[in-house]
């Protein structure tokens, strides 16, 4: 089979389209073949070297699949082939403590797909048969691919590690991002009144036809003065924040007493210097978020089934102009999400 690997890390890394042997099922395991895969901030980690923790090279990126049972292993037997099947990237063990009550994202065994083992951006991946889902109906493959790994970790942020009650101000940063685009659709359906941001005009746009009431440019370093205007002073209850770097401190200028920051991620920088006196003056909280559970996962497809989450696709690539694709999200130009389809 066809993989596009990751055989030397840099900006841009070096890959290879390699013909590399069929995968073959262990027990539990199922090949899946791919129909399409979301390229994610994870894989521009992966490839610039840039993950906290050492991975062996080559390696095949790819964590956001959607595709067809294609092989069983032993012992698999709720799923058969050409069932049309999303793969939950964040690969749990099933059995620690944490996945023992329903916290996947927390399992102690948790390994990341395209990270820690070889992932999608091939014609054929195998995982453990438990991270599987059937996709619901209405539901295909790119539609699946644009919204499981970016759309279910807002899922996560919005429903599981924070709370949203009908009428709170909500900030969903970077509202074209695969996070911001998700997070603002999210938090709308839950009554919420969602103030978003973008760097450039047509981010800003999207960003309004998702459903966010008001948008706010980036580029003017008073924005979070904007925002508080926005909301008579008082700032707003929760923000979905995934960039980091100065863009964390900025968001505390953004938050009502007792609001709650809710971070997923750092594609900014992951050192901040915070001032807490404020943050326990007003009694503000700031939560991490990692990933999804399962039930995130089956919620985020469901409502997609619905019509309730909508993904954002921005570009199609096929596999063997992958590269490209790595350039095109590292450009920071793009609305919504980047899809390979091998
Ligand atoms: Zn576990």
């Given at each position: 089979?066809?993989?596009i690997q ?15 042997p ?31 923790m050492?991975?062996p ?6 964590c ?11 012992g ?9 099947v999303?793969?939950?990237s964040?690969l ?5 403590e944490?996945c ?11 390994e ?14 195998m995982v453990?048969?438990r991270?599987?889902?059937r996709?619901?109906?209405g ?9 499981t790994?970016a759309?279910s970790?807002?899922m996560?942020m ?12 909500v ?11 998700a997070?603002?659709?999210i938090?709308?359906?839950?009554g ?13 746009r ?8 008001f948008?706010v ?13 926005l ?11 995934h ?5 964390l401190?900025?968001?505390f200028?953004c938050?009502?007493?007792?609001g ?11 050192d ?27 919620a985020?497809l469901?409502?997609a ?8 696709i921005?570009a199609?690539f ?14 920071r130009?793009?609305l919504g ?5 091998p």
């Amino acid at each position: 089979m066809k993989a596009i690997q990751l055989i030397t890390c840099g900006t841009p890394g070096k890959f290879e389209l390699r013909e590399l042997p069929e995968p073959q099922p262990g027990s539990g395991e199922v090949i899946v073949e791919v129909k399409a895969c979301g390229l994610n901030h994870l894989d521009l980690w992966l490839e610039s070297g840039g993950l906290p923790m050492p991975v062996p090279l080559p390696r095949t990126p790819g964590c956001e699949v959607a595709g067809v049972v294609c092989a069983v292993g032993a012992g698999v037997g709720e799923w058969k082939l050409g069932d049309a099947v999303a793969v939950q990237s964040n690969l749990f063990c099933g059995e620690c403590e944490f996945c023992q009550r329903g916290d996947e994202s927390l399992c102690l065994r948790g390994e990341l797909l395209g990270i820690g083992r070889d992932g999608g951006f091939a014609d054929r991946v195998m995982v453990p048969a438990r991270v599987l889902l059937r996709l619901p109906a209405g539901v295909d493959f790119a539609t699946s691919a644009a919204l499981t790994l970016a759309g279910s970790t807002a899922m996560h942020m919005l429903t599981n590690r924070a709370q949203i009650r009908a009428g709170d101000w909500v900030l969903a940063i970077g509202g074209a991002s695969g996070v911001g685009s998700a997070a603002i659709q999210i938090a709308k359906q839950l009554g919420a009144r969602v103030i978003s941001t973008g760097s450039t005009e047509a981010k800003r746009r999207l960003a309004k036809d998702l459903g966010a009431e008001f948008v706010v440019d980036v580029t003017q370093t008073h924005w979070p003065v904007e925002v508080r205007k926005l909301t008579n002073k008082r700032g707003v209850d929760v923000i979905v924040e995934h960039v980091g770097g100065d863009v964390l401190p900025k968001c505390f200028d953004c938050l009502a007493r007792g609001g709650t920051i809710v971070t997923c991620g750092a594609t900014a920088g992951r050192d901040v210097a915070l001032n807490l006196w404020p943050i326990f003056v007003k009694e503000q909280r700031l939560i991490g978020s990692y990933g999804r559970n399962r039930a995130d996962f089956r919620a985020t497809l469901d409502w997609a089934a619905a019509g309730k989450l909508k993904p954002v696709i921005d570009a199609c690539f096929p596999l063997d102009q992958t590269p490209a694709a790595f350039v095109k999200l590292r450009s920071r130009t793009v609305l919504g999400k980047v899809l390979i389809k091998p």
